[in-house]
């Protein structure tokens, strides 16, 4: 394939990229970037890894794009659910698993481990959010395609 030909590869449906992907709130402070590690992110396009908006973004991009866009909270990590939010026996805690504001703690399932905020701590009970920790929150990409395989 020439080089002239490979320039002209541009994002599909089905397109396989690499790319950079960095994440601001709405206050403009960097949520997460991939270019902390220097590790593009590997994306299948259609695999339901990313929302429809998202992928909507990128089709049409080509080698080298850079392009930057919000999504909703909705298009980006989703809204917060309710039904994500849990309410626990304060007993469940202890010395090894302390029960603070802001900690995060990973409990075991069926199907993996699932990480959880703990968003308040009574004398009964303690509030763990299984909400995505950037759900309901209005992001914006910026995204940098490092190459269509």
Do not use: C
Request: no cysteine; glycine share 6%; hydrophobic share 40%.
């Amino acid at each position: 394939m020439s080089d002239e030909t490979k320039s002209m590869k541009t994002i599909v449906a089905d397109s396989s990229i690499l790319m950079h992907i960095t994440m601001k709130l709405s206050d403009g402070s960097a949520a997460d970037s991939t270019k902390v590690n220097n590790k593009p992110a590997k994306v299948n396009m259609g695999d339901q890894s990313l929302s429809p908006a998202f992928e909507q973004q990128l089709l049409g991009l080509s080698q080298g794009d850079s392009k930057e866009f919000t999504l909703a909270a909705k298009d980006a990590f989703g809204d917060v659910n309710p039904e994500n939010i849990h309410y626990l026996d304060r007993q469940k805690f202890n010395s090894e698993t302390p029960a603070e504001v802001g900690s995060i703690v990973t409990f075991t399932q069926p199907g993996g481990e699932i990480p959880g905020i703990i968003r308040e701590v009574n004398d009964l009970s303690v509030t763990v959010d299984f909400n995505h920790p950037l759900a309901g929150q209005d992001i914006t990409f910026a995204v940098d395609v490092v190459d269509i395989l």
